[in-house]
């Protein structure tokens, strides 16, 4: 398995155009609600881990707050920059490691933008850098998939056209890893990638957040805020505040 596939598969043009009908309004919706449930104040500084093309962390600085959007892909910060406004800036960084130290008031990382790397503690240095970049008892948010649905429930196969592209997409969970092989077929050219995503249930999360001194507050399974439920919600969403030591 490539341990960096994200390296590649994020920086390429067919990765953007493969999720390019992700719902906007569906994803403004869901920072509208996760303000107003927060109570998050004018001109906060938030941090967007992960961020991509920035279409969060463009929303959170249009509603008024101070807004940071890192992402270890070059060709998704790019974009992103192209439509930064004033209070909104991008950068190209690790989320593993810590951005800025006790800088931040809220810290998010949204659309299972979590669990790439292969080794737990990999993804573990995520939320202990998380947690750095926060000031004290502030507040992260961390949304993913519900793995005890997803797994279930997984597509096997399928295919996709995409402008003239045609997107072959095979999944399997290997018993921790939900794994998706990505095979293109771009006129004479094919190409192979791939996306792997760890399958942290709550349980994990639990544990993972009290070595990285934060303390789940409350859960929530859908963009909505719903309350979680393990057999029937699609997201597993987690609001987290950083520990005094």
């Known amino acids: 398995m490539?341990?960096?596939?994200?390296k590649d598969w994020f920086n390429t043009p067919y990765y953007h155009a493969l999720y390019q009908h992700r719902d906007a309004a569906e994803a403004c919706r869901f920072i509208d609600h996760l303000c107003d449930n927060l109570a998050?104040?004018?001109?906060?500084?938030i941090l967007d881990l992960a961020c991509g093309k920035g279409r969060h962390a463009l929303h959170l600085a249009k509603k008024g707050y101070q807004t940071t959007g890192v992402d270890l892909s070059e060709e998704s910060i790019n974009k992103a920059k192209e439509h930064a406004i004033e209070n909104a800036n991008f950068e190209v960084h690790d989320m593993r490691e810590t951005f800025i130290e006790k800088e931040f008031d809220y810290v998010f990382n949204l659309f299972t933008s979590f669990g790439y790397f292969e080794a737990d503690e990999e993804n573990l240095k995520v939320l202990k850098a998380a947690a750095a970049n926060l000031k004290s008892e502030s507040i992260f948010v961390l949304d993913?998939?519900?793995?005890?649905?997803v797994i279930p429930n997984l597509i096997a196969s399928e295919e996709k056209l995409i402008e003239g592209i045609v997107f072959k997409i095979n999944r399997i969970f290997n018993g921790k890893h939900i794994i998706k092989e990505i095979h293109i077929q771009d006129g004479l050219k094919q190409q192979h990638f791939r996306e792997s995503v760890a399958a942290f249930d709550l349980i994990a999360f639990e544990k993972m957040a009290?070595?990285?001194r934060l303390s789940?507050?409350?859960?929530?399974?859908?963009?909505?805020?719903?309350?979680?439920n393990e057999q029937h919600s699609d997201r597993l969403i987690l609001i987290m505040k950083k520990q005094q030591k």
């Open 2 to 6: 490539n341990k960096n596939w994200f």
């Open 40 to 45: 998050i104040k004018k001109g906060s500084k």
């Open 144 to 149: 993913f998939l519900n793995v005890k649905k």
């Open 210 to 212: 009290l070595q990285a």
């Open 216 to 228: 789940i507050s409350e859960v929530y399974g859908d963009y909505d805020l719903n309350d979680f």
